[in-house]
C-alpha cells in the first residue's frame, strides 16, 4: 500500500513536469513560468513553498517531544507573511523579473550586487534543501525499509529531473496539488485526534500538561530570554529575504495578483499552523512519548507519521507519508530552481557573459546548476540525518533575515542608499548569520562559543548596519552613480515600485490606446 501510495505521487508530478516540459521552452517560462499563474494559484503554492517538510515534522515533532516551541516558530512564520504583505510583496514584484537580484539591480546597476545575491541564494537554499532531504529520507526509510542514504539520492534524482524538463511552471502545479493534499492530510489528523477527546481542543492540551508536565508549553531548557528573542526575529523577518518565496511574486502577471497571493496563503497557513499544536500533542498523548523517543528519530521527525498510524491503521500512515514525500519533493524543486536561477542569470549570464548568454546557454547553465546543488545538497544531508527538521530551516531563515531583508528594505525605502551600501551590507550579513551559527549552540552544543541559539539578534543588525556603513562610507557615490548611469535615481524607483511603471513616457503613450479599446 506505501509502496503503490508513493508511486501514484511520482507518477502525478513527472506527468505535471512532462506536460510543463512542452511548455517551458525559454528562460521566461524556465523561471518564472512566463508570469501567467493565477493568484489563486500562486497563493496556494506560495503556502506550498513555505510549509515545507519542517511543518508536518518538524513543528509536529518538536510539540509531540514536550516542548510547545515548534508552535512558537510556526507562529513567527506566519507574522513573516504580513510583512511581506506590508512592504516586501507588491514593490518587489513590480521592480523585479527573475531573480531577487533583478529587483535590486533595477536601482543598482552593478555586478557586485549581482554576485553577492546570488552567492546569498546559494547559502540559503541549500541549507533549506538539506532540511528537506533529511525528512524526505526518514520518511521513505520508516515505510519502505530502504536505507536512508538511498532515499536520499533517490529525493536529488527526482527533483533534478523536475527543475531540468519543467521549470518553474511544472514546480508550481506540483506545489499547488501537495498544499491541497497537504490540507486535506491536517483536517484528517485533526478530526481523528479530537475524535479521541469528544472533540474539545482544551482537552488535548489539559491532557497535555497532566501528562507531560508544564514544560510542555514553554521553549526548551537553552531556548528562553535573548535566545527566544533571536529565534522569533529570525523567523519573523527571514520569509521575507527566502529566494524561492520571493520569486513567486514574479510568476503573477500584475501586483494585484501579488497581494492576492499572500492573502490566500496567509489562510491556508494559517489554518495549518492551528492544527499542528494539537496533532502534535496527538502524537505524545497517543503514540507515546516512551515510543517516539524509540522511533521517532532523535529529533521527533517521524512523530506525525506514527500518530496516523495509530490512528487510521496503514492507509492513513501511507497517505500521511505521501503527502509528506510530495510536500518535500515540491519545496526542494522550488529551491533548486531559485539557486540555479540566481546562478544562470545572475552569475553567469549577467556578470561572467555581460548579459549576452542566448536564451539556450541560460537554459543549460540553469540546468547543471541544478545538477550541482542537488548532488551538494546530497552529500550534506547525510551528515545531519537525526536533527530536528525545524531547528535545521532555522539556519537559512536567519541568513535571509540578515543578508537579504535589509538590502531589500533599504532599497525600497532609502534614497541615500548606493551600490556600496548594499553589496557591503549583503556580505556583512551573510558572514555574521553564518559565523555566529557556526560558533553557536545549533552547531556546537554545550562547547559554542556564541551563547544565542539563533544569531538573528546580532546578525541582523550587522546587515543593517553594514548597509548604512558601506554607503556613508562611500561618500558620494551614489551622485556619481547617478551621473554615470550606473545608479537609478531614488524617485523613479518610489514610483515604480508603487505603480509598476517601468517608463512614464510609455505609459502615457498607451493610455490612448487602452481608451479607444474600451
Given at each position: 500500500?506505501?509502496?503503490?501510495t508513493?508511486?501514484v505521487?511520482i507518477?502525478?508530478?513527472l ?9 517551458s521552452k525559454?528562460?521566461?517560462h ?12 500562486n497563493?496556494?503554492a506560495?503556502?506550498?513553498?513555505f510549509?515545507?517538510a519542517a ?9 509531540a ?15 513573516a507573511?504580513?510583512?511581506m504583505?506590508?512592504?516586501v510583496a507588491e514593490?518587489?514584484?513590480?521592480l523585479?523579473k527573475?531573480?531577487?537580484a533583478?529587483?535590486?539591480?533595477s ?8 554576485s553577492?545575491a546570488a ?5 540559503i537554499c541549500?541549507p533549506y534543501?538539506?532540511a528537506q532531504?533529511?525528512?524526505a ?12 542514504a538511498v532515499?536520499v539520492?533517490i529525493?536529488g ?6 527543475i531540468t524538463?519543467g ?9 499547488v496539488v501537495?498544499?491541497?493534499l ?6 484528517v489528523?485533526?478530526?481523528?485526534v479530537l475524535?479521541?477527546f469528544?472533540?474539545n481542543?482544551l482537552a488535548v492540551?489539559?491532557?497535555?500538561g497532566a501528562?507531560l508536565g ?5 521553549p ?6 535573548l535566545?527566544?528573542?533571536s ?6 523577518f527571514?520569509a ?8 513567486r ?5 500584475d501586483?494585484k495578483?501579488a ?6 496563503s496567509?489562510?491556508?497557513?494559517a ?5 499542528m499544536?494539537?496533532i502534535?500533542?496527538?502524537?505524545a498523548l497517543l ?7 524509540a522511533e521517532?528519530?532523535e529529533?521527533?521527525?517521524l512523530a ?7 490512528l ?5 500512515l ?5 503527502v509528506?514525500?510530495a510536500?518535500?519533493?515540491a519545496?526542494v524543486?522550488?529551491?533548486v ?8 542569470h545572475?552569475?553567469?549570464?549577467n556578470?561572467i ?6 536564451d539556450?546557454e541560460?537554459l543549460?547553465a540553469a ?8 548532488v551538494l545538497?546530497?552529500?550534506?544531508s ?9 531547528i ?21 525605502y532609502w534614497?541615500?542608499f548606493?551600490?556600496?551600501?548594499a553589496?557591503?551590507?549583503?556580505l ?7 559565523g555566529l ?8 552544543g ?5 551563547p544565542?541559539a ?7 543588525p550587522l546587515?543593517f548596519l553594514?548597509c ?11 551622485r ?6 550606473t ?9 515604480r515600485?508603487?505603480t509598476?511603471?517601468?517608463s ?15
Amino acid at each position: 500500500m506505501t509502496i503503490a501510495t508513493f508511486v501514484v505521487i511520482i507518477a502525478i508530478t513527472l506527468g505535471i513536469t512532462a506536460w510543463a516540459s512542452r511548455r517551458s521552452k525559454d528562460t521566461d517560462h524556465h523561471y518564472v513560468a512566463g508570469g501567467e499563474i493565477k493568484g489563486w494559484q500562486n497563493g496556494l503554492a506560495l503556502a506550498g513553498d513555505f510549509m515545507s517538510a519542517a511543518t508536518i515534522l518538524g513543528i509536529g515533532g518538536l510539540t509531540a517531544l514536550g516542548s510547545f516551541t515548534g508552535f512558537y516558530i510556526a507562529a513567527g512564520g506566519l507574522a513573516a507573511f504580513l510583512v511581506m504583505l506590508l512592504l516586501v510583496a507588491e514593490p518587489l514584484r513590480n521592480l523585479g523579473k527573475y531573480t531577487l537580484a533583478d529587483a535590486l539591480t533595477s536601482r543598482f546597476n552593478a555586478k557586485g550586487v549581482r554576485s553577492a545575491a546570488a552567492i546569498s541564494t546559494i547559502a540559503i537554499c541549500i541549507p533549506y534543501m538539506i532540511a528537506q532531504l533529511v525528512g524526505a529520507g526518514a520518511v521513505i526509510e520508516l515505510l519502505t525499509g530502504v536505507d536512508y542514504a538511498v532515499a536520499v539520492i533517490i529525493i536529488g534524482i527526482l527533483m533534478a529531473v523536475y527543475i531540468t524538463a519543467g521549470g518553474m511552471l511544472a514546480t508550481t502545479y506540483i506545489q499547488v496539488v501537495k498544499a491541497v493534499l497537504l490540507i486535506v492530510a491536517i483536517f484528517v489528523l485533526l478530526v481523528l485526534v479530537l475524535a479521541r477527546f469528544s472533540f474539545n481542543p482544551l482537552a488535548v492540551l489539559d491532557e497535555a500538561g497532566a501528562q507531560l508536565g508544564g514544560g510542555a508549553f514553554t521553549p526548551p531548557h537553552g531556548l528562553e530570554g535573548l535566545s527566544w528573542v533571536s529565534v522569533a526575529l529570525a523567523y519573523m523577518f527571514g520569509a521575507s529575504g527566502l529566494p524561492h518565496i520571493l520569486i513567486r511574486f514574479f510568476t503573477v502577471p500584475d501586483a494585484k495578483a501579488a497581494r492576492a497571493s499572500i492573502a490566500v496563503s496567509i489562510w491556508v497557513i494559517a489554518l495549518v499552523l492551528a492544527a499542528m499544536p494539537i496533532i502534535g500533542y496527538g502524537a505524545a498523548l497517543l503514540v507515546g512519548q516512551q515510543t517516539l523517543a524509540a522511533e521517532a528519530s532523535e529529533g521527533g521527525n517521524l512523530a506525525v507519521p506514527l500518530l496516523a498510524e495509530v490512528l487510521g491503521g496503514p492507509f492513513l500512515l501511507a497517505f500521511v507519508a505521501a503527502v509528506t514525500f510530495a510536500t518535500i519533493l515540491a519545496v526542494v524543486a522550488g529551491l533548486v530552481i531559485a539557486a540555479s536561477g540566481a546562478f544562470a542569470h545572475d552569475f553567469y549570464n549577467n556578470v561572467i557573459r555581460n548579459g549576452e548568454a542566448s536564451d539556450g546557454e541560460q537554459l543549460n547553465a540553469a540546468r547543471i546548476m541544478a545538477v550541482v546543488v542537488s548532488v551538494l545538497s546530497i552529500v550534506l544531508s547525510l551528515a545531519v540525518q537525526n536533527v530536528n527538521i525545524a531547528i535545521l530551516v532555522a539556519v537559512p531563515l536567519v541568513i535571509a533575515a540578515s543578508a537579504n531583508v535589509p538590502v531589500i528594505l533599504l532599497t525600497l525605502y532609502w534614497k541615500r542608499f548606493n551600490t556600496t551600501g548594499a553589496i557591503v551590507g549583503m556580505l556583512t550579513g551573510l558572514v555574521a548569520s553564518v559565523g555566529l551559527t557556526l560558533v553557536g549552540p545549533t552547531a556546537m552544543g554545550e562547547n559554542a562559543l556564541f551563547p544565542l541559539a539563533g544569531p538573528g539578534l546580532v546578525s541582523m543588525p550587522l546587515g543593517f548596519l553594514g548597509c548604512y556603513l558601506g554607503t556613508v562610507l562611500s561618500g558620494t557615490r551614489a551622485r556619481e552613480e547617478r551621473e554615470r548611469g550606473t545608479q537609478v535615481p531614488y524617485e523613479e524607483i518610489h514610483v515604480r515600485s508603487n505603480t509598476g511603471y517601468r517608463s512614464i513616457g510609455e505609459e502615457l503613450e498607451r493610455e490612448p490606446t487602452s481608451r479607444s479599446r474600451a
